[in-house]
């Protein structure tokens, strides 16, 4: 999957969206919750379907089921003037029934048709396995033991979409922080 510059920055905004909405400050899980708070809000939602389209996105967070992999890999390579509408995509996939009052609302804005489109890419690469769930994958099929993260160029601590191995981000935010004075949790 080869993601563009523009589903590259909005991966992590997506993911940080459905972050926010999963747990409430005392760590319960509230997600469906605020998923349904989002839905009803739909109305006024749609007004930042073109400035924060991750933050409207959610709402079809499970709408949706991917038919044609192959159309929606290409989705995510486009960059965002270059998203076909609604109509060329939605045979990629089945809607939940529940979603096509969402989906009429969107329609009816200007930019609706985009934002669908939008809305799916978002959807399924939220749905494929991130880079932790790869490399686990890759390491149980390379057939070694240990660990050579040391051996590695420094290009190599990304994966192909360009995002760090968390071990390494771990390691430097501990780094940082015993620099700052704070004890290291090992």
């Known amino acids: ?3 563009s510059p523009f589903f590259q920055q909005l991966r992590s905004a997506y993911e940080a969206e459905l972050d926010d909405l999963t747990s409430d400050s005392e ?3 509230v997600l469906r919750q605020r998923l349904a708070e989002k839905r009803k809000e ?3 939602l749609v007004k930042m379907i073109e400035i924060s389209p991750e933050m409207v996105a959610v709402v079809f967070h499970q709408a949706f089921r991917f038919v044609q992999p192959a159309v929606l890999n290409h989705l995510l390579s486009c960059d965002a003037d270059d998203l076909p509408d609604w109509d060329a995509v939605s045979d990629a996939v089945e809607l939940a029934p529940w979603a096509q009052d969402l989906v009429d609302t969107i329609l009816a804005e200007p930019a609706g048709p985009w934002f ?3 809305a799916v890419a978002l959807e399924y690469m ?3 396995p991130g880079p932790a769930a790869r490399a686990a994958e890759d390491e149980d099929t390379d057939g070694e033991d240990g660990d050579d993260r040391e051996d590695r160029d420094d290009d190599d601590r ?3 979409d360009g995002e760090a191995d968390p071990h390494d981000r771990d ?3 501990a780094d940082w ?3 700052q004075g704070f004890d290291r949790k090992d």
């Open 116 to 118: 669908m489109t939008l």
């Open 177 to 179: 922080l015993a620099d």
């Open 42 to 44: 739909l109305g006024f």
């Open 171 to 173: 390691a430097a935010g």
């Open 126 to 128: 939220h749905s494929r």
């Open 1 to 3: 999957m080869s993601l």
């Open 27 to 29: 760590g319960r899980g």
């Open 158 to 160: 990304y994966d192909d």
